[in-house]
């Protein structure tokens, strides 16, 4: 600001109340002292002065860099912010690098708050972060932890493409687990209870996996294995999310299985994954953009009414049916699958 005040022939304290947008400036002195402030680059250090009031205003967000639903949710996470006079910090967990390390970073660079996208933390972990700043745990509820939760109604889901893979009708309808993923658990408990009440208990099973395309892979691989060695295929696989559905989708069509003709697949998430396929992903969609508008309401509101216990919102998914679920297939002799070059 000195530098601005010398080039512009005026005061320090005249420039402080031009940059704050207070009276005491004429419109000419205002409009040069903005200019000058242009022309040699200067930017007001925002942070200094929201520190100095003992304040950052800065939402940490911690997230899985291979997680695509991740970057949907922080695609809803900077507008909501923006809106209420916040700014976001980022800070990535990878093999490499842990959820806490991450969530250390935030705090050491000021974070007033921070918010969890699928934390894989021990619940200790979240209650004991949870009593030291406010903390939102996104798409994972970890029950008497002192956070505030915002998740899908994951049974639901699982209900809605359970009920329309058996109106279609799909019987041996198979699981990929989504080891200890976000909602794994619920989604898990969910698609027995559906193969229990639709009378299917018989044919219900959970292969176990994550949430990662190569489990897809592996999954696929490990079917046409066993389809090989006589055991027929399911009509219908439930992934558990839309990175497993796209491996294991990969698998099936490069060795000539036809979806939906042969076998129905049906993801979750709806992340922008499920798009980029030449047949479009049936899949539940979580609303990631509502989900990130509660977390950060969530956030703000605790930060600024101290007195606040920490909430819960619980939105409701919705199956989006595309190209991969269809009838399920007239039962035939077996005849193996023609694979196509890679």
């Known amino acids: 600001m000195a530098d601005v005040a010398e080039k512009a022939g005026v005061s320090r304290a005249l420039v402080s109340i031009i940059f704050r947008n207070q009276a005491g400036a ?21 942070a200094a002065r929201l ?16 997680q695509t639903f991740h970057t949907d ?11 209420l006079g916040y700014d976001v910090l980022l800070s990535g967990s990878t093999q490499g690098r842990s959820e806490a390390k991450a969530v250390e970073a935030l705090l050491s660079h000021r974070c007033e708050a921070v918010i969890l996208l699928g934390p894989d933390a021990q619940p200790g972990y979240l209650d004991e972060l949870g009593q030291r700043t406010v903390a939102v745990s996104v798409s994972r509820r970890v029950p ?27 019987r041996r309808i198979v699981h990929i687990d989504g080891g200890r993923g976000p909602g794994s658990a619920e989604r898990r408990r969910a698609y027995r209870a559906a193969m229990r009440r639709h009378g299917l ?33 399911p009509t219908a696989v439930l992934a558990g999310n839309d990175r497993c559905a796209m491996g294991l989708l990969m698998t099936l069509t490069r060795a000539g299985i036809e979806v939906p ?26 609303d990631a953009v509502l989900m990130a508008e509660h977390a950060v309401r969530f956030a703000v509101e605790r ?23 269809g009838p399920a297939p007239v039962e035939q002799a077996r005849r ?3 694979p196509r070059p890679l």
């Not at 897809?216 to 006589?230: H, I, M």
């Open 261 to 286: 003709r042969d076998l129905s697949v049906v993801g979750y998430d709806d992340s922008h994954l499920s798009h980029l396929m030449p047949i479009g992903l049936t899949t539940v969609r979580q």
């Open 144 to 170: 008497q932890a002192h956070v505030d939760f915002v998740h899908s109604a994951e049974g639901k889901g699982v209900r809605q493409a359970m009920d329309h893979l058996v109106e279609l009708g799909h």
């Open 73 to 83: 949710l922080i695609t809803g996470i900077y507008p909501e912010a923006e809106r």
């Open 336 to 338: 193996p699958g023609r």
């Open 201 to 233: 208990e018989d044919q219900a099973r959970v292969i176990p996996g994550h949430h990662t395309e190569d489990s897809g892979v592996e999954t696929g691989r490990l079917l046409l294995a066993e389809r090989d060695s006589g055991r027929p295929l």
């Open 26 to 46: 004429g419109r000419e002195t205002r409009e040069r002292v903005l200019r000058v402030a242009d022309e040699i680059g200067y930017r007001p250090d925002s």
């Open 303 to 325: 930060l600024e009414n101290g007195e606040l216990q920490p909430r819960e919102a619980v939105l409701d998914p919705k199956l989006v049916v595309r190209g991969t679920s």
């Open 51 to 66: 520190l100095a009031r003992g304040r950052s205003r800065t939402l940490g967000v911690m997230f899985t860099v291979q």
